[in-house]
Nanobody, 115 residues
Framework: QVQLVESGGGLVQPGGSLRLSCAAS????????MAWYRQAPGKQRELVAL???????NYANSVKGRFTIARDNARKTVFLQMSSLKSEDTAVYYC?????????WGQGTQVTVSS
């Protein structure tokens, strides 16, 4: 079965950086778009970044120029490099394997930006 396992979250000071990873298994990873979403307390889950099977990328306006999504098909892993972090980036971050249906989600990793 498809499994997505995120890692790399934690506590970071404003202005700092973190790199999230999401390792996939049980699927032909290179054939699918991958995305990062986040959900802050009391808010809806929102799309942060997406990378297609052809390595095209798309970002939420709030993270453009600060976050970078990348993928390594050999390792079946998608990354989210986050820089210049702000308190409003605090959320649980989820990776998603994008399919024609509802897709597959990881369990989430907490990112807290605080001094």
């Amino acid at each position: 079965q498809v499994q997505l396992v995120e890692s790399g979250g934690g506590l970071v000071q404003p202005g700092g950086s973190l790199r999230l990873s999401c390792a996939a298994s049980g699927i032909t990873f290179r054939d699918y778009s991958m995305a990062w979403y986040r959900q802050a307390p009391g808010k809806q889950r929102e799309l942060v970044a997406l990378i297609t099977s052809g390595f095209g990328t798309n970002y939420a306006n709030s993270v453009k120029g600060r976050f970078t999504i990348a993928r390594d098909n050999a390792r079946k892993t998608v990354f989210l490099q986050m820089s210049s972090l702000k308190s409003e980036d605090t959320a649980v971050y989820y990776c998603k394997l994008v399919t024609g249906g509802s897709g597959y989600w990881g369990q989430g990793t907490q990112v807290t930006v605080s001094s």
